[in-house]
């Protein structure tokens, strides 16, 4: 009862800020270190777990993040670097620690899955954005896959042949054109009864990528949020 009680908080929450869509709405932080056009940042896709924030080694904030919110990256250091998530209320004991590389001009992305009430939380991190030169009117996009109550799903965009992603993982970067508006079809079900996931037209930017988290849990709600790279 408590964890429906807070999911439907969470929807309210999500649809009151545009959930569902596919907006890249930032941070409303004022650290010069948001916004940047390389660095860090957080895919929070566990339905059931708190706000959290990164911390490196030193203790230094780098960043938070709500439950499926879109968010810019932040600017960290080259080299190796200790990377700390925490739930917000506890500061003091760390969810997961990795050590991450970090290239010049690289982008990543924390991706946070499970289910605390069931699966616990998993987390792998990501290396954003298409490597090659992205062909005029089209998008490169890839698919992160969190949705509770999936192991597998296939998904396609427009009428191409059904691609099939795993739970806690994520595919490559497919590149796809946009229609004469700007837009994207794109639909995904369960793999094992096809059951409907997703179905949408996503508003895009040609010549950009995208990572398109896919999460939820499967009988509550399940949404689509757009991460541009």
């Known amino acids: 009862m408590i964890k429906r009680l807070l999911l439907i908080i969470l929807t309210i929450n999500l649809f009151a800020c545009g959930g569902g869509g596919g907006s890249s709405d930032g941070d409303s932080d004022n650290n010069t270190n948001l916004g940047a056009d390389r660095g860090l940042r957080i895919m929070h896709g566990e339905i059931d777990l708190e706000p959290l924030s990164i ?21 960290i250091a ?23 590389e970090v290239a010049a001009k690289g982008k990543y992305s924390l991706v946070v899955f499970g289910s605390r009430s069931g699966l616990g939380t998993g987390t792998k991190i990501l290396t954003d954005g298409y490597a090659e030169e992205i062909p005029d009117g089209q998008v ?32 490559e970067y497919f590149l796809q054109p946009l229609s004469a508006s700007g ?26 990528s995208y990572s398109l988290l896919i999460t939820g849990e499967i009988g509550l709600f399940t949404l689509v949020r757009v991460f541009q790279d």
């Open 55 to 75: 911390k490196l080694a030193d203790g230094t904030l780098i960043t938070q993040a709500e439950f499926a919110k879109s968010l810019r990256y932040f600017k």
């Open 78 to 100: 080259e080299g190796t670097q200790t990377i700390n998530l925490y739930r917000n209320s506890d500061s003091l004991s760390p969810l997961a620690s990795s050590s991450l």
């Open 140 to 171: 490169a996009v890839r698919i992160v896959h969190t949705t509770v109550g999936a192991a597998d799903l296939d998904f396609r965009f427009n009428s191409q042949q059904a691609e099939q992603v795993s739970f806690g993982g994520n595919s």
């Open 183 to 208: 837009t994207l079809g794109f639909s995904a079900v369960r793999s094992v009864d096809s059951r409907l996931i997703a179905s949408q037209n996503l508003s895009l930017e040609p010549g950009k």
